[in-house]
């Protein structure tokens, strides 16, 4: 499975973007979803997963700014990162755990399938 993540661009701090990720050749609702995020010198991190029944989990540092959710009519996944701050600066990730698990998890050794990453500044 091929995951196609888009949206990313340069916003000052305060203002809001939005990120969508479509799987190739499969339906959005057969997998666990995820953002992952990589800012420079840093390790991936974990920002929001979505699962099969819409269950939302969030890190904490991200917790009320950002929102995940399903588009099935569009067989997206969309990130919708309000307050954005300098430090969300990152490459981000979508990721989809392999279709048998069913778990939300934030360890990022549990997803199988990941996109090309789409980079967001944010300037203060």
């Known amino acids: 499975v091929q995951l196609q993540a888009s949206g990313g661009g340069l916003v000052q701090a305060g203002d809001s973007l939005s990120l969508s990720c479509a799987p190739s050749g499969r339906t959005v609702k057969d997998y666990v979803m995820a953002w992952f995020r990589q800012a420079p010198g840093r390790e991936r991190e974990f920002v929001a997963a979505i699962s099969h029944s819409d269950t939302t989990t969030y890190a904490d540092s991200v917790k009320g700014r950002y929102t995940i959710s399903r588009d099935s009519a569009k067989n997206t996944i969309a990130l919708q990162m309000n307050s954005l701050k300098p430090e969300d600066t990152a490459v981000y990730y979508c990721?989809?755990?392999?279709?048998?698990?069913?778990?939300?998890?934030?360890?990022?050794?549990?997803?199988?399938?990941w996109g090309q990453g789409t980079l967001v500044t944010v300037s203060s």
């Open positions: 990721a989809g755990r392999n279709p048998s698990f069913t778990v939300i998890r934030r360890d990022i050794r549990a997803y199988d399938y």
